[in-house]
């Protein structure tokens, strides 16, 4: 069975950091893409940053600057770190998992608070 464990959410004031990583167990076949999401209460899931097995990395306007993510393909952890945070980056966020076979999984999900 496999799962994804996220941790490293937390209160923090506005301008901080906070490091996010999400490790994975199981047997999930080779990671096409890791990414994190992000979802707050009555609004849909969105997209903030995403990492393919090759490295190449995308961001979502609203952070580009400010979130860094990066993996491990060793042990098959992605990390978000997030720089300069604001307090509409509040929501929790969530770590998806792509294999090579297209099949996806996420986590359970870790909240991040910043406070004004």
């Known amino acids: 069975q496999v799962q994804l464990v996220e941790s490293g959410g937390g209160l923090v004031q506005a301008g901080g950091s906070l490091k996010l990583s999400c490790s994975t167990s199981?047997?999930?076949?080779?990671?096409?893409?890791m990414a994190w999401y992000r979802q707050n209460p009555g609004e849909q899931r969105e997209l903030v940053a995403s990492?393919?097995?090759?490295?190449?990395?995308s961001y979502a306007d609203s952070v580009l600057g400010r979130f860094t993510i990066s993996r491990d393909n060793a042990k098959n952890t992605v990390y978000l770190q997030m720089n300069n945070l604001k307090p509409e980056d509040t929501a929790v966020y969530y770590c998806?998992?792509?294999?090579?076979?297209?099949?996806?999984?996420w986590g359970q999900g870790t909240q991040v608070s910043v406070s004004s």
């Open positions: 199981g047997s999930i076949s080779s990671i096409r893409q």
């Open positions: 990492i393919t097995s090759g490295g190449r990395t």
């Open positions: 998806k998992v792509i294999n090579i076979w297209f099949n996806d999984y």
